[in-house]
């Protein structure tokens, strides 16, 4: 097989797998389920019901449902009906869903797929209709299928009670506070994820590899998962076959980074340079070892949880919705994960790892907050920046020395837009904590600077002014 037939294959084959893993492998297994039930009924009904049989067990039961006649007929209504409620319900919550995304961005969607109970109810209500199908199909003179026909009746009524569940879970699930929740839960299991793959890895390389040779991506995507274990072997084979002592790695994009064809991807340190047919050979294997996703997943890429909140936040905060309450939330949600992430014991690393990667989410989330800040002047939006400058204030207070650096610049940051907005109260709150927490770890220049914003726009309380005459210039 040729080359681009291979990487078609496995591209393909990445796309059922992530389906599976994503949304899929749920629902089909109940669906599997159903139908081993659906022939573990028709072997029962065959061996105790047997058309015909003068004493079956269970007289009432076969007494009730009647003849075959009675059972396909009594079938075929219960099969059309739960077909038509199937679809019925499931395209009224795709609806809502829709609305839902089409307020707070549509990863919303990421957010109602991977829950497992809206998987479950998928797959029952697919597994179902089928099973009941199958039923009707093997109904006839000579099978009478009373025991599946009582299942049937059974699970349809459950069905029918979970619709009033599956409506109500979908509604609850559409609600700000939950989608943020999910993501807030989803981002910090992908950073536990994340670590492991940081602790398998190094963050420097080893003394004395000044050769270099960049290896360059031959695809469109994002980088996904990275296989350790192939990479390892197969530098381990260059470096017998040619001779060149140890050879490392440096992944010069993180997990979820964007990537365009000719993208520089990897580097290859070694002692001297290596030969170029010894490159060519162990090139693509290397990058193959680097999975090109079409796009983000919350699977072991925390940074695209913090892009999810960041935009649902600026969707929110911005004009385009004008609703600041799930700004807030994402704040909020933002805030809590880089206070786990600063005081979480350092991700460990191997000295011995063939690979280095280097990865910062803390910092993604913190320049997140900072984006939040710079929008909501453009909304006007005084909740949300009092939210953030709460945070900052949180966060400065108890932040290690080498983060501060970093939290200043961000206070700093909202300090420019400032002028847009009014000094309510809460604003005020939120400034002048800020302005506290950075007088109390030192950060006198910065704390100066919040205190004569926050003088500069008190000046214009009391006052009629645009936003173009609210502070004065100069």
């Given at each position: 097989?040729?080359?681009?037939?291979?990487?078609?294959?496995?591209?393909?084959?990445?796309?059922?797998?992530?389906?599976?893993?994503?949304?899929?492998?749920?629902?089909?297994?109940?669906?599997?389920?159903?139908?081993?039930?659906?022939?573990?009924?028709?072997?029962?009904?065959?061996?105790?019901?047997?058309?015909?049989?003068?004493?079956?067990?269970?007289?009432?039961?076969?007494?009730?449902?009647?003849?075959?006649?009675?059972?396909?007929?009594?079938?075929?209504?219960?099969?059309?009906?739960?077909?038509?409620?199937?679809?019925?319900?499931?395209?009224?919550?795709?609806?809502?869903?829709?609305?839902?995304?089409?307020?707070?961005?549509?990863?919303?969607?990421?957010?109602?797929?991977?829950?497992?109970?809206?998987?479950?109810?998928?797959?029952?209500?697919?597994?179902?209709?089928?099973?009941?199908?199958?039923?009707?199909?093997?109904?006839?003179?000579?099978?009478?299928?009373?025991?599946?026909?009582?299942?049937?009746?059974?699970?349809?009524?459950?069905?029918?009670?979970?619709?009033?569940?599956?409506?109500?879970?979908?509604?609850?699930?559409?609600?700000?506070?939950?989608?943020?929740?999910?993501?807030?839960?989803?981002?910090?299991?992908a950073h536990r994820a994340h670590r492991a793959l940081l602790a398998r890895t190094k963050r420097?390389?080893?003394?004395?590899?000044?050769?270099?040779?960049?290896?360059?991506?031959?695809?469109?995507?994002?980088?996904?998962?990275?296989?350790?274990?192939?990479?390892?072997?197969?530098?381990?084979?260059?470096?017998?076959?040619?001779?060149?002592?140890?050879?490392?790695?440096?992944?010069?994009?993180?997990?979820?980074?964007?990537?365009?064809?000719?993208?520089?991807?990897?580097?290859?340190?070694?002692?001297?340079?290596?030969?170029?047919?010894?490159?060519?050979?162990?090139?693509?294997?290397?990058?193959?070892?680097?999975?090109?996703?079409?796009?983000?997943?919350?699977?072991?890429?925390?940074?695209?949880?913090?892009?999810?909140?960041?935009?649902?936040?600026?969707?929110?905060?911005?004009?385009?919705?004008?609703?600041?309450?799930?700004?807030?939330?994402?704040?909020?949600?933002?805030?809590?994960?880089?206070?786990?992430?600063?005081?979480?014991?350092?991700?460990?690393?191997?000295?011995?790892?063939?690979?280095?990667?280097?990865?910062?989410?803390?910092?993604?989330?913190?320049?997140?907050?900072?984006?939040?800040?710079?929008?909501?002047?453009?909304?006007?939006?005084?909740?949300?920046?009092?939210?953030?400058?709460?945070?900052?204030?949180?966060?400065?207070?108890?932040?290690?020395?080498?983060?501060?650096?970093?939290?200043?610049?961000?206070?700093?940051?909202?300090?420019?837009?400032?002028?847009?907005?009014?000094?309510?109260?809460?604003?005020?709150?939120?400034?002048?904590?800020?302005?506290?927490?950075?007088?109390?770890?030192?950060?006198?220049?910065?704390?100066?600077?919040?205190?004569?914003?926050?003088?500069?726009?008190?000046?214009?309380?009391?006052?009629?002014?645009?936003?173009?005459?609210?502070?004065?210039?100069?």
């Amino acid at each position: 097989m040729s080359n681009p037939a291979s990487a078609a294959v496995r591209a393909a084959l990445r796309g059922v797998r992530r389906a599976l893993r994503e949304f899929l492998g749920v629902p089909l297994a109940v669906v599997a389920g159903f139908v081993a039930l659906g022939a573990a009924a028709y072997a029962v009904d065959a061996a105790y019901f047997p058309v015909g049989a003068p004493d079956p067990p269970l007289p009432w039961l076969a007494h009730t449902l009647g003849d075959s006649g009675a059972i396909a007929s009594l079938l075929g209504t219960v099969a059309t009906g739960m077909i038509t409620v199937t679809s019925i319900t499931f395209s009224l919550l795709l609806i809502a869903v829709q609305q839902s995304a089409s307020t707070l961005t549509n990863h919303v969607f990421d957010q109602f797929i991977r829950r497992w109970s809206n998987k479950f109810n998928f797959g029952f209500f697919v597994g179902l209709s089928i099973y009941l199908l199958i039923t009707l199909a093997t109904t006839g003179q000579t099978h009478r299928p009373v025991l599946g026909t009582a299942l049937a009746l059974l699970l349809s009524g459950v069905a029918l009670c979970m619709v009033v569940i599956l409506i109500y879970a979908t509604i609850d699930q559409m609600r700000p506070y939950t989608i943020v929740r999910a993501i807030h839960a989803h981002t910090a299991a992908a950073h536990r994820a994340h670590r492991a793959l940081l602790a398998r890895t190094k963050r420097r390389p080893g003394p004395g590899l000044g050769g270099r040779t960049v290896l360059r991506a031959g695809g469109f995507g994002v980088v996904g998962r990275i296989d350790l274990d192939r990479i390892a072997r197969v530098l381990e084979a260059a470096a017998r076959e040619g001779g060149t002592g140890r050879i490392e790695v440096e992944v010069l994009r993180t997990v979820g980074a964007r990537l365009a064809y000719r993208d520089p991807l990897l580097r290859l340190l070694s002692a001297r340079p290596l030969p170029a047919d010894l490159c060519d050979r162990i090139g693509p294997d290397l990058l193959d070892a680097v999975a090109l996703e079409p796009r983000r997943t919350l699977d072991d890429d925390p940074g695209y949880g913090i892009q999810q909140l960041f935009a649902i936040g600026w969707t929110t905060t911005s004009t385009a919705k004008q609703n600041p309450q799930p700004g807030i939330l994402a704040c909020h949600a933002l805030r809590d994960l880089i206070a786990r992430w600063i005081h979480a014991e350092p991700p460990g690393e191997d000295p011995a790892a063939p690979v280095i990667y280097a990865d910062d989410p803390v910092r993604e989330a913190i320049e997140a907050l900072e984006s939040l800040a710079v929008v909501t002047s453009e909304g006007m939006q005084d909740r949300v920046l009092a939210e953030i400058a709460q945070s900052l204030a949180g966060l400065i207070a108890d932040a290690p020395a080498p983060l501060l650096p970093t939290l200043e610049r961000v206070a700093l940051t909202a300090l420019s837009g400032l002028g847009d907005h009014v000094l309510t109260g809460a604003l005020e709150a939120g400034l002048r904590a800020a302005e506290a927490a950075l007088r109390e770890r030192g950060r006198t220049q910065a704390a100066d600077a919040v205190r004569e914003a926050i003088a500069d726009l008190a000046r214009s309380v009391g006052r009629l002014n645009s936003r173009s005459t609210r502070v004065p210039g100069g």
